[in-house]
């Protein structure tokens, strides 16, 4: 086990006299994820310090941290006891935490399979912008506007509030994993992943490069090996995933902006010049162009989806529709009044 630490009272101290002096904080953990939104001019509020696994039931399925523990201490406790995050969080960095997982929201190639990390946050404690520790959810509390505010949480990158506790469904791991690579073009690979995903098929990760489908089957040993035969190809070291999700493959490098398109699992090619890897079934693309962001986020948006760019600074996100404005300024009132929090990484007046 790792260090256990709880440091509330000092986070709740540096955030009321923040409130006190009229000037903002910016929320940092492991700083993995530094690349992702515009930067925000604060005084840096540290969360590692607080840390520490506080409830670990295997029989119940949940898992209780302080936001400040090592996301990788957090996958230990849960691989020790023959279980898993479902949502594969990246952690594109060495240190990254649990605050951080749940802040930037980033799930991993099982998501559409398994589903996203604020599908699988069942509670948080936070301290929010009127200077008060928070508790959200358990199992589900909805507040007066009908919102899960727990899960508002996930992909917020701090914005509602500085996140301390994290309750979380976590689940059994797959008795069998066997990945496949099976040789074929993009437009036949998405035609093929649509065909299956109607099918009884235990895949739990597609990913194309190209030229090249990979597969993940995960399940009992009799489904997993009797869609293996179905399937045909041949067998992937499975180690493939981890550096997809960690953005270690070939792919990544190279001096193009990284662009993640979040898109709907049918759409077909993508016309945008640069590089392309389907990821997700297709729902999530990676894309390195050198195309202006503005080109970019409109074609995302005309297919139904959005762009972010990694490391884009200010053109990281598209501009957010009238109607979801008002309710993350509305939000934003509720929850951080005086804009203590991350001012601008999500958007420039939030």
Same mark, same amino acid.
């Given at each position: 086990?790792?260090?256990? #630490?709880?440091?509330?009272?000092?986070?709740?101290?540096?955030?009321?006299?923040?409130?006190?002096?009229?000037?903002?904080?910016?929320?940092?953990?492991?700083?993995?994820?530094?690349?992702?939104?515009? /930067?925000?001019?604060?005084?840096?509020?540290?969360?590692?310090?607080?840390? &520490?696994?506080?409830?670990?039931?295997?029989?119940?399925?949940?898992?209780?941290?302080?936001?400040?523990?090592?996301?990788?201490?957090?996958?230990?406790?849960?691989?020790? /006891?023959?279980?898993?995050?479902?949502?594969?969080?990246?952690?594109?960095?060495?240190?990254?935490?649990?605050?951080?997982?749940?802040?930037?929201?980033?799930?991993?190639?099982?998501?559409?399979?398994?589903?996203?990390?604020?599908?699988?946050?069942?509670?948080?404690?936070?301290?929010?912008?009127?200077?008060?520790?928070?508790?959200?959810?358990?199992?589900?509390?909805?507040?007066? /506007?009908?919102? @899960?505010?727990?899960?508002?949480?996930?992909?917020?990158?701090?914005?509602? %509030?500085?996140?301390?506790?994290?309750? !979380?469904?976590?689940?059994?791991?797959?008795?069998? =994993?066997? *990945?496949?690579?099976?040789?074929?073009?993009?437009?036949?690979?998405?035609?093929?992943?649509?065909?299956?995903?109607?099918?009884?098929?235990?895949?739990?990760?597609?990913?194309?490069? &190209?030229?090249?489908?990979?597969?993940?089957?995960?399940?009992?040993?009799?489904?997993?090996?009797?869609?293996?035969?179905?399937? %045909? &190809?041949?067998?992937?070291?499975?180690?493939?995933? *981890?550096?997809?999700?960690?953005?270690?493959?070939?792919?990544?490098?190279? +001096?193009?902006?990284?662009?993640?398109?979040?898109?709907?699992?049918? =759409?077909?090619?993508?016309?945008? +010049?640069?590089?392309? !890897?389907?990821?997700? %079934?297709?729902?999530?693309?990676?894309?390195?162009? @050198?195309? +202006?962001?503005?080109?970019?986020?409109?074609?995302?948006?005309?297919? %139904?989806?959005?762009?972010?760019?990694?490391?884009?600074?200010?053109?990281?996100?598209?501009?957010?529709?009238?109607?979801?404005?008002?309710?993350?300024?509305?939000?934003?009132?509720?929850?951080? +009044?005086?804009?203590?929090?991350?001012?601008? #990484?999500?958007?420039?007046?939030?």
């Amino acid at each position: 086990m790792g260090m256990d #630490r709880d440091i509330s009272q000092d986070l709740l101290e540096q955030v009321n006299q923040a409130l006190n002096q009229g000037t903002a904080l910016r929320i940092q953990g492991g700083n993995s994820k530094a690349m992702l939104g515009r /930067a925000v001019a604060g005084e840096v509020i540290d969360t590692r310090g607080h840390c &520490g696994i506080l409830s670990h039931d295997p029989t119940e399925l949940v898992l209780t941290a302080r936001a400040g523990t090592p996301l990788r201490e957090i996958e230990a406790v849960l691989h020790e /006891a023959g279980q898993m995050l479902p949502c594969e969080p990246p952690h594109l960095g060495a240190g990254a935490t649990l605050g951080g997982m749940v802040a930037a929201g980033l799930s991993g190639p099982r998501r559409p399979w398994a589903g996203a990390v604020r599908d699988q946050v069942l509670g948080t404690r936070l301290i929010s912008g009127h200077g008060k520790l928070l508790r959200l959810g358990g199992e589900v509390m909805k507040n007066v /506007a009908g919102y @899960d505010v727990s899960r508002l949480m996930a992909g917020s990158f701090g914005c509602l %509030g500085l996140l301390t506790e994290v309750s !979380l469904k976590v689940l059994p791991r797959p008795r069998e =994993t066997l *990945s496949l690579r099976l040789v074929m073009d993009r437009r036949q690979a998405l035609a093929k992943l649509a065909e299956w995903g109607q099918q009884p098929l235990p895949i739990s990760a597609a990913c194309h490069d &190209g030229d090249t489908l990979y597969l993940r089957l995960e399940g009992g040993a009799g489904s997993v090996q009797s869609a293996r035969q179905r399937l %045909g &190809g041949e067998v992937l070291d499975s180690r493939f995933w *981890s550096d997809l999700r960690e953005q270690r493959l070939a792919f990544f490098n190279g +001096p193009a902006p990284l662009w993640r398109l979040s898109l709907p699992a049918t =759409t077909g090619e993508l016309d945008l +010049p640069g590089r392309q !890897l389907v990821d997700w %079934g297709g729902a999530q693309r990676w894309l390195k162009s @050198d195309a +202006p962001a503005q080109s970019i986020h409109a074609r995302a948006a005309t297919l %139904g989806g959005h762009a972010t760019g990694y490391g884009a600074g200010d053109a990281s996100c598209a501009p957010l529709p009238a109607t979801l404005l008002r309710y993350h300024r509305a939000l934003k009132q509720q929850l951080d +009044p005086q804009g203590v929090f991350n001012p601008g #990484r999500l958007y420039p007046d939030l």
